[in-house]
């Protein structure tokens, strides 16, 4: 590899200090960034839009002096808006259609003094926990090949964990950063709802329920990065409570000694792979070991009852998603502008009612009411982040049998037949037998993180989740820190095998 060949041994904040230090140049480590993507992205495809020129053009001008200065970096390319360049959140309609200005994110990321360098795939929208989108292909996992990465941040995850970069950017409205972080073995903490800012066009994003994030190698790089991103915009929807200090600074700070419930019981789905169940006891045993107080015990609230709600405003959002798709390309847009599964769930949008929206949102805020006071018994919930370790490529696709009803209805428009088919009930069971733990706290708004504590005999990884109260994401960064340091995974490196596919 060129430019600097011990590039993939440090972390974000590692390599932002050899810069400081003039050891490195901001060009060396693009060119080691560079030199990875080529090498990998062909097996790999978490790189889509590559953006090496402008890179260089950043790195021979004065780079901002922030925590990150000359570190190269990745965008999630779903909302993500980087000026000149396109943002197709999957999608085969908007794939050349560029940004007019940036997102304040992407501001605020800039101002950490990161060097961009390209956009990660992503499924259409965002939707699915897999990242398989027909617009860019299929994302694969550096752990095994045959394996996903996860969901919807997949790209940045694979890029991260194959060493293109040592950051990058993410969002979680259901799981969509814990989820494939867990799958690649990396580390990635969900902010509490109104910590990143959204602007400057949008409000909330899928009800309050998504918010934007990073996925990293270490626990401090995430730190850091939150604690240059965070904070409202100007008109920002929601507020969460104010940090004390830097966020930084928590992770080399003891987090005491904290109560901690877990449990194994999937909220949303119906079983869970003794991978999994392995993981847990494995971490409850270090937890002991660090001094906590663990206690099994879970939130109880109707898991059937708030998966189908939550599909509800998921179906509702896509269709607003394809209608925005039509609208900013100014056409008339098919079935054939879309993922088949996407423009079906966008059919049932449009097949349920404005009540049927709001009383969804309703029923969830009730049943995220029922969790609350859990926490006033917990500083920190624990579970598996997932049910499974990484699943086949593939294995969340429909059936063909599925798919040729699909195709019928998308054919004919006949969003009323999905209704009558009662098409939602199957999709959450599908969707949250894999990922029964991450959506919940999406829809309470608190603070949640994926920590890559255990190995399975196949060598894959398995991320424990992590909950903590509305707006301490102090707490969580303190007992992350501490896990890092009694049980570290930075040296655990994929072998990629660079063979054609």
């Not at 920190?380 to 049910?387: E, K, Y």
């Amino acid at each position: 590899m060129s430019g600097f060949p011990d590039y993939q041994q440090y972390d974000g904040l590692g390599l932002a200090e050899l810069v400081q230090a003039k050891q490195v140049t901001p060009a060396e480590l693009l060119d080691a960034a560079i030199a990875r993507i080529e090498a990998y992205n062909p097996v790999v495809n978490a790189v889509i839009y590559k953006m090496y020129e402008h890179a260089r053009m950043l790195v021979n001008q004065d780079l901002p002096e922030g925590s990150f200065r000359g570190v190269p970096f990745l965008l999630k390319d779903l909302r993500s808006m980087y000026a000149g360049v396109p943002t197709s959140s999957g999608n085969r309609l908007l794939r050349n259609i560029s940004a007019s200005h940036d997102s304040e994110l992407v501001r605020r990321f800039k101002a950490a003094g990161v060097v961009i360098l390209g956009k990660t795939n992503t499924p259409e929208f965002g939707i699915t926990p897999y990242t398989e989108p027909q617009t860019w292909g299929v994302t694969r996992n550096p752990w095994d090949l045959e394996r996903t990465p996860g969901g919807s941040s997949g790209g940045s995850a694979a890029a991260i964990a194959a060493g293109m970069v040592p950051i990058a950017g993410a969002g979680d409205g259901g799981g969509s950063a814990r989820i494939p972080a867990s799958c690649c073995g990396i580390f990635g903490l969900k902010p509490s709802r109104g910590r990143i800012p959204t602007g400057p066009i949008a409000g909330e994003l899928w009800r309050g329920f998504s918010t934007e994030t990073v996925l990293s190698r270490s626990v401090r790089d995430s730190a850091a990065m939150l604690d240059a991103i965070s904070g409202s915009d100007v008109g920002a929807t929601y507020l969460s409570p104010p940090q004390v200090r830097p966020y930084l600074d928590e992770v080399t700070t003891a987090p005491g000694k904290l109560r901690i419930a877990f449990t194994t019981h999937p909220f949303l789905g119906d079983a869970v792979h003794e991978d999994c169940i392995e993981g847990l006891k494995a971490t409850i045993k270090l937890l002991q070991e660090l001094g906590h107080e663990v206690v099994e015990d879970r939130p109880k609230f109707d898991g059937e009852a708030f998966a189908l709600n939550f599909m509800r405003i998921v179906v509702g959002e896509t269709r607003a998603d394809i209608e925005w798709a039509a609208k900013s390309t100014q056409r008339k847009v098919t079935a054939e502008d879309f993922e088949l599964g996407t423009y079906c769930l966008g059919l049932l949008g449009e097949a349920l009612s404005a009540a049927d929206y709001a009383k969804a949102a309703r029923q969830l805020q009730v049943e995220a009411r029922k969790i609350g006071p859990f926490f006033e018994q917990y500083d920190v919930l624990l579970t598996p982040t997932l049910s499974q370790p990484p699943i086949p490529i593939g294995s969340l696709q429909p059936s063909s049998g599925k798919e040729f009803l699909m195709n019928l209805v998308a054919r004919t428009n006949a969003s009323w037949l999905l209704k009558v088919m009662k098409v939602i009930e199957p999709l959450a069971r599908q969707v949250f037998n894999f990922t029964p733990y991450t959506a919940p706290f999406n829809v309470t708004g608190q603070p949640a993180m994926s920590v890559p504590l255990y190995w399975n005999e196949a060598g894959l990884p398995v991320g424990m989740q992590f909950v903590g109260k509305f707006g301490m994401e102090a707490t969580l960064f303190r007992l992350a820190g501490q896990l890092e340091y009694a049980k570290p995974w930075s040296h655990r490196l994929p072998i990629i095998k660079l063979t054609n596919r």
